[in-house]
């Protein structure tokens, strides 16, 4: 099993556009094909490249963006670039399970991986290629609940819990710390995105691929 | 500038043989190179693979087997895998200096790159290509020496001083959290090797990459 997580913001984006009613995402990695597969579904084309709406899409990738008023019941196809290549990689690796998280759904994932019992991944995706905090201090928040349940195997797995431990009591505090929060708050000014993203339990849902998309899985709590 | 950094236990070694006494050290990637190189400059071919002296070789890489009595003056070609192929990646990155630094070293190291003020990338080698506690704490005690003097510029910079922060006081009391530590003393029973590999200043010297050879580096206070 697999958690893909991509904090600042796909992962939240799509907690946040499934609790508000979005019948199902689907992930895609360029944007062309989300072009393409939003008209063949008649669904929602969303996604960004380098923080601005990438061009020839009328969305974006703040998870403010899908409000139930607007998301509710239509199809979002949302175009990611890290999120997607470590989705690629859990399919290559034949993952049985693959969901997705951030901290606005956090509770609804520790809930379904303390239920399913599985060996878990915590997969962060990061930033081109690089290590990130906010990734790594979620990895951290699903490890410091499931501590008692599961057995920790890799010296990333306790370094991404101990940072927990130190930053996890105020991330909003700690936040101006981390590389991406210049880059989201200081050239874009999204400020009420990294309030969102950084906050548990905002959109209590579980996303669960499913043959090519993000659908409401059921988890203790919810569906 | 690259400092590479393999704490359990090629730059440990590295730092224990060059402080007694070695002439220089030749790094080779595999073992028919270091017999080849040894028998050309009539020095020591040294090397594990999986814990074990390697076949073909008389010595190890354990830090404890180059005392000055047996390694003075001599040449040591010591053949590792995790560090040398980060060595091979400074290289490749044309870094215009490199070293070698663990925490038998971590004085020697701090007061080199305070002097030589240059940019710099703390390589954790690592191991199997994953990340590893102890090379990360290291990286995190010299930027602990360093903050005032430098600017950290990603987030695992941030997170390997977090860490160092919260272990770094009693290295030992913390060692076996790590993976690695496992590996080597419930299987191989090297207590004394992590003491060593995880006591600052043993070993203070400084190992200077200059043309395939590592050799004693002028630093403040020693040579």
């Not at 990438?54 to 998870?63: F, I, M």
């Not at 196809?77 to 993952?95: F, H, I, K, S, Y």
């Not at 049985?96 to 995706?125: E, M």
């Amino acid at each position: 099993m697999v958690v893909i997580i991509d904090v600042f913001r796909a992962t939240s984006t799509i907690a946040a556009a499934l609790h508000n009613g979005a019948k199902y995402i689907v992930p895609v990695d360029t944007v062309p094909k989300a072009i393409q597969v939003s008209e063949h579904l008649g669904g929602i084309a969303a996604g960004e490249r380098d923080g601005k709406i990438a061009e020839g899409l009328q969305h974006g990738n703040s998870p403010l963006e899908y409000p139930s008023d607007f998301i509710q019941d239509k199809i979002l196809v949302l175009t990611t670039t890290n999120g997607t290549r470590l989705l690629q990689l859990a399919l290559d690796q034949e993952a049985d399970t693959i969901i997705t998280g951030s901290f606005p759904n956090l509770s609804a994932v520790v809930s379904f991986l303390l239920k399913q019992k599985k060996n878990v991944v915590l997969g962060c995706a990061g930033w081109k290629d690089r290590f990130n905090l906010e990734d790594t201090l979620f990895a951290g928040a699903v490890i410091d609940r499931l501590q008692d349940d599961f057995t920790i195997h890799c010296d990333s797995s306790l370094t991404a819990h101990q940072l927990y431990q130190q930053m996890g009591a105020d991330l909003l505090e700690h936040a101006p710390k981390f590389t991406h929060y210049h880059r989201l708050v200081e050239r874009f000014g999204l400020i009420e995105d990294i309030r969102f993203c950084l906050t548990a339990d905002l959109s209590p849902v579980l996303p669960l691929y499913q043959e090519g998309m993000l659908v409401r899985g059921a988890f203790k709590g919810g569906i």
